[in-house]
Structure formats: C-alpha cells, structure tokens
Nanobody
Framework: QVQLVESGGGLVQAGGSLRLSCAAS????????MGWFRQAPGKEREFVGG????????YYADSVKGRFSISRDNAKNTVYLQMNSLKLEDTAVYYC????????????????WGQGTQVTVSS
C-alpha cells in the first residue's frame, strides 16, 4: 500500500508560481510512475502530467505544457509539480497518484492517490 501526501498548495496571484510536493511512504517508490491530477469545482478530475519511474520521461496535458514541470527525487520518495505562469483556470484541488508501469492519462488506471491540496489562483 502506497501512501501519498501532497503539500505546497495555497493562494497565488495570476502569473505567479507554486511548487507542489508529494511524499510517498513506499520504500520502492522508484518502481512507480507518478502523476499529477486536478479537479476544479463541478468538473471531473483531469490528468495534468506524469513522470516515469526513473524520471527520464515526462508527459503533460496540453493545457499546462510549457508552464508546469514535474520532477522526482527517488532518494527522498518525493515528486514535485512546479507551476509557473499560473492562470485563473488552474484553480483546483491537485492530487498526486502512483501506478506501476507507464504513464497513462485515465484516472481509473492509477492505483494510489493522495488526499489533495488546494491551489487557488486569484486575479
């Protein structure tokens, strides 16, 4: 069982930056691909981006490409989501998730989830 805990959310002005962290309990963290998802009020949870177990591959949703970046530190069992040039529409609860094998976009394909952290972008 992998436990995931997100942190780093908060209130930021449009155009600003935030970095989210997701700490994993699993000592075999490096065996898992990691993903970031978000859910805005009244909307379905959507894929934001993912990183392979080694960190060698990343994949992003078109809506955040060029603004967000994902990295991981396997020695610290932590994955990061750096968010730059934030927009009002980035306001959501952000979740990290883990799965063995490759990065995929459907939420149903991910096995473990954190509790989420709120990101609010203001004008």
């Amino acid at each position: 069982q992998v436990q995931l805990v997100e942190s780093g959310g908060g209130l930021v002005q449009a155009g600003g930056s935030l970095r989210l962290s997701c700490a994993a309990s699993e000592r075999t963290f490096s065996n898992y691909a990691m993903g970031w998802f978000r859910q805005a009020p009244g909307k379905e949870r959507e894929f934001v981006g993912g990183i392979s177990w080694s960190g060698g591959s990343t994949y992003y949703a078109d809506s955040v490409k060029g603004r967000f970046s994902i990295s991981r530190d396997n020695a610290k069992n932590t994955v990061y989501l750096q968010m730059n040039s934030l927009k009002l529409e980035d306001t959501a609860v952000y979740y990290c998730a883990a799965r063995r094998n490759s990065i995929v976009t459907p939420t149903t394909a991910w096995d473990y989830w954190g509790q989420g952290t709120q990101v609010t972008v203001s004008s």
